[in-house]
């Protein structure tokens, strides 16, 4: 009996053991990131492209590669929200009756989800040679937003799914065609468009292995598609690589931007997840 | 009209679900058609065999890299697993429901930390941590640039990924049967142990087989602290060079080395392959499991 009892108050410290670890692992990255990058976060950092000494440990800052990155993920959500709003209402919306089929597109498109970044930068980089498109921002935008279409779709699809098919049903009895209930889905689903957005947005501001190929990399602020574009997460991993340690330390400080950006995101897209769950009939 | 208008848009729709779908296949052929070129030289089994890399004398061997990803995999599961799986027990069958709300947020802000986050975090914390004291206990020196600090950076990497499957499978488990066993007299810990983990258990391996994908095509964390030494690692403080990696690191040169290109375009395609088949194994598990629910 008493074995018994131990036995179950073990595995349960055990878990409770476990638990502080992965929740605690949070902390510990942000915590380091915090450390490490605050003692060389200044105003110039946010504000100021990298001057002429830059890497080797003189004035200026990342603006180029926080704007780069601002563009090119914005580029790709709204290029991929245009392809996967229609994909989604379609695979829930134009396919009655067959289920099987919808099914296997879902699981198309988490097959997909689960494909490594730096496939998707290969593949982009090939279109790129195929069209005879240079490392630019138009190429960054098109790599991210192969990435994140089937972020975009999973998530919309989920929303999609949570509203009520009475709401359909009405829509058609009153006599609309399917794309006339397809707008009154999509009005009641837009809180969930936002999520899909932010989530999108935060997958594709992080991302490197997919711009590292296609967006290329520039001091200066992108003015046209052409043109190449700094990312964050790229100009992080180039100054952490360098032997200078001022340097090194605004790599850590733009890991620091970075971080909070993307936990702003996070937050939000919560938030906003939350208080759609709350009004959700 | 209105009914043109719809037909229209429902065919203008196929076309974009079919066009992002065939991504799948398209993705597949483009880097099959640009690694024909280093196929015709080399045959598939002389490729993953060979462990000579001289891309300036032709020699691709990816023996080293295949080995060097198994590595970094295998650790970062092996960590992983058990802490996700206590984890996912914990928060569907103990937890309160105020630690519960306390925890999920978590679990889903550590997924949305970006790779090179890691990538730095591996940088500032686990090297030293493993340099200055993990390896001296066991070898006489090592950087802490080596698979284990991979295996680490990605274990923490892959967590949020299994805790969210572990829980959604765990919450399938029917609570008739907990109830069943817990009124026999079975301590909690019995229940889970002899029902739960029975119950769960081809959740739990599909579960696996996605983080183990996930953990396979990782790449900037690991580039960043796995020391990146074209050489067939052997015990876990030795540097490895994963598949990813080295796509990543050598994209500069590989223009201007003959089948270079065409060498990292299957180091791609062969990522693609195993993931592609991993994620199918492991979602008609996941789906299984989902329609057995709802039936």
């Not at chain 1, 198309?108 to 790129?128: E, Q, R």
């Not at chain 2, 000579?52 to 990803?69: D, H, N």
């Not at chain 2, 805790?163 to 889970?192: F, H, M, N, Y």
């Not at chain 2, 050598?250 to 994620?279: E, R």
Request: charged letters at 15%.
């Amino acid at each position: 009996m008493k074995k018994r009892k131990l036995e179950e108050l073990f595995f349960r410290s055990l878990m409770v053991l476990a638990t502080l670890v992965v929740g605690g692992s949070f902390f510990l990255i942000v915590g380091t990131i915090v450390y490490k990058g605050a003692p060389y976060m200044n105003l110039d950092m946010l504000t100021k492209t990298p001057g002429g000494g830059f890497y080797i440990g003189k004035e200026g800052g990342v603006l180029n590669a926080i704007i780069g990155s601002l563009y090119v993920a914005g580029g790709a959500t709204i290029l991929g929200l245009l392809i996967s709003i229609p994909v989604a209402i379609f695979i829930n919306m134009y396919m009655d009756g067959k289920r099987f089929l919808s099914n296997t597109l879902r699981m198309a498109y988490d097959v997909l989800f689960g494909i490594p970044s730096i496939v998707y930068g290969a593949f982009g980089f090939l279109i790129m040679v195929y069209f005879g498109i240079r490392a630019s921002l138009l190429g960054g935008i098109i790599a991210v937003t192969l990435l994140v279409i089937p972020v975009l779709v999973r998530t919309l699809d989920e929303v999609i799914r949570t509203v009520p098919l009475e709401l359909r049903d009405a829509a058609l009895s009153l006599g609309a065609t399917r794309w006339e209930m397809a707008k009154v889905v999509l009005r009641q689903i837009r809180p969930g468009i936002y999520t899909a957005i932010l989530l999108s947005f935060g997958r594709a501001i992080g991302d490197v292995a997919s711009v590292l190929f296609t967006a290329g990399f520039s001091d200066n602020i992108p003015t046209s598609l052409h043109q190449p574009a700094a990312t964050l997460p790229l100009a992080i991993f180039f100054q952490l690589g360098s032997a200078v340690d001022e340097v090194q330390g605004r790599g850590y400080a733009s890991a620091l931007i970075l971080t909070i950006i993307v936990l702003i995101i996070t937050v939000l897209a919560q938030v906003l997840t939350k208080k759609f769950s709350k009004y959700k009939i | 009209m209105r009914l043109i208008k719809d037909k229209i848009l429902s065919k203008l729709m196929l076309v974009l679900t079919v066009a992002s779908v065939s991504l799948l296949l398209v993705i597949g052929i483009g880097l099959y058609y640009k690694s024909i070129p280093l196929l015709q030289k080399l045959s598939w089994g002389e490729l993953i065999t060979s462990s000579v890399w001289k891309p300036l004398k032709g020699l691709f061997g990816f023996y080293p890299f295949i080995m060097g990803t198994l590595w970094v995999t295998g650790i970062a599961i092996i960590i992983a697993l058990p802490l996700s799986l206590f984890t996912s027990l914990y928060i569907v069958e103990y937890a309160p429901a105020r630690v519960k709300k306390l925890l999920t947020p978590f679990v889903n802000l550590l997924s949305g930390i970006p790779p090179v986050i890691f990538g730095v975090w591996g940088v500032l914390f686990i090297i030293p941590l493993i340099q200055k004291f993990i390896a001296p206990h066991f070898v006489e020196f090592s950087t802490g640039y080596s698979v284990l600090a991979g295996g680490i950076v990605l274990a923490v990497m892959i967590f949020p990924l299994i805790v969210s499957i572990l829980s959604e499978v765990l919450r399938t488990i029917p609570q008739e049967l907990k109830d069943a066993s817990l009124s026999l007299g079975a301590t909690k810990w019995e229940t889970i142990k002899k029902i739960v983990l029975r119950k769960a258990l081809p959740g739990i391996v599909a579960a696996t087989v996605l983080a183990i994908s996930r953990a396979f095509g990782e790449t900037i964390a690991v580039l960043m602290v796995c020391g990146n030494n074209a050489v067939v690692p052997h015990s876990v403080f030795d540097t490895g060079y994963p598949l990813p990696a080295l796509i990543a690191n050598n994209y500069g040169d590989m223009m201007s080395i003959p089948l270079y290109d065409s060498a990292l375009m299957f180091a791609a395609l062969l990522l693609f392959i195993i993931i592609l088949l991993f994620n199918i194994i492991s979602r008609v598990i996941l789906t299984r499991l989902e329609n057995r629910l709802a039936a």
